[in-house]
């Protein structure tokens, strides 16, 4: 038996590591962590390369290959969609990604990303919600109170100031999972009977619902003015949360229009309806909120920037520590010609 190589041997990111990492440092603390890694990454959004995601629709879900690199680091991220997995007891969205050196073609990073997904979405959502929702926001209405809603409202209020979340699901068990995770956080939790109920007085109104089908979660007649909208759970061709109309009356910021055209809630209008892309609001170079009245729409569908960052983020926060485990993954023989030799080796 061979002993593998510091060559061989990548950091590995289990579940319990990632856990046990996000209650060291702190979960509010990660979220702010993760935020100014996406922000920064936006910042320099000219260096990335950028595509579509792969994605392979079935009736049943998606699952999707996410890469992207600046030029010395490249990473990529695997997740699927799978709606119904919840009443079989499993998770809608698991995920994992990997970082890689560009200059050898060799991973430095293997981790998995459902919990890191979870996270990083979250930190996206308050990022811009930061930077688009009106000035001294103190509430938002969480629509949809599956396996995001807590990390949402968490970093709503670590991120931009929150106090009070306003919960509606159409299914009352996921409301009251969701108050009580929330009990201790130091939001105020009001669970509500319609999403109707949960908008009133909300100034940041986020959807994030699971089912892969046009759905209107939010009426034109429900949107009031001065509002900014998170819609998170539209992902995919033929999903989407919100009426036609809203979209017509809102300002809408995308990540990669390429992506979102095809997945986002704008899959609904036309292909020339102008967008703007978020990190040019970053840069300057375009307005985000200019007035009390407008309404701001981020039509949110998760780019591969946003995972490089949180890779990139947990491979900065696992130096030093023990949460992570070192994996035997890459063939180091002594000379890099003479695999079969390593292979007969291993042998004795």
Known sequence: MLTPSD??????????????????????????????????????????????????????????????????VYGFKYVNGHPKNTADGLQTVTAFGLLADVATGYPVLLSEMTMLTALRTAATSALVARVLAPEGATTMAMIGNGAQSEFQSIAMKAIVGIDTVRLYDTDHKATAKCAANLAGSGLTVVSCTSAQEAIEGAQILTTCTADKQYATILTDNMVGAGVHINAIGGDCPGKTELAPAILER?????????????????????????????????????????????????????????????????????KGTAYFHPLDLLADPDDPRDLFGMLQRSNG
């Open 250 to 318: 809102s300002d809408i910021f995308v990540e990669f229009p390429p992506q979102t055209r095809v997945e986002g809630e704008i899959q609904q209008l036309d292909a020339d309806h102008p967008v703007t892309e978020f990190w040019e609001v970053l840069s300057g170079a375009k307005p985000g909120r200019t007035s009390q009245a407008q309404i701001t729409l981020f039509d949110s569908v998760g780019f591969a920037t946003e995972d490089f960052s949180a890779l990139r983020y947990v491979r900065d926060q696992i």
């Open 7 to 72: 060559k061989a041997l990548v950091p590995f990111v289990s579940v319990d590591h990632m856990m046990q990492l996000i209650h060291h440092i702190g979960i509010e603390a990660a979220l702010q962590g993760l935020a100014d890694y996406i922000e920064a990454d936006f910042r320099r959004w000219e260096l990335f390369d950028k595509s579509p995601r792969v994605a392979s629709h079935s009736a049943e879900g998606v699952i999707e290959l996410m890469p992207t690199s600046d030029g010395e």
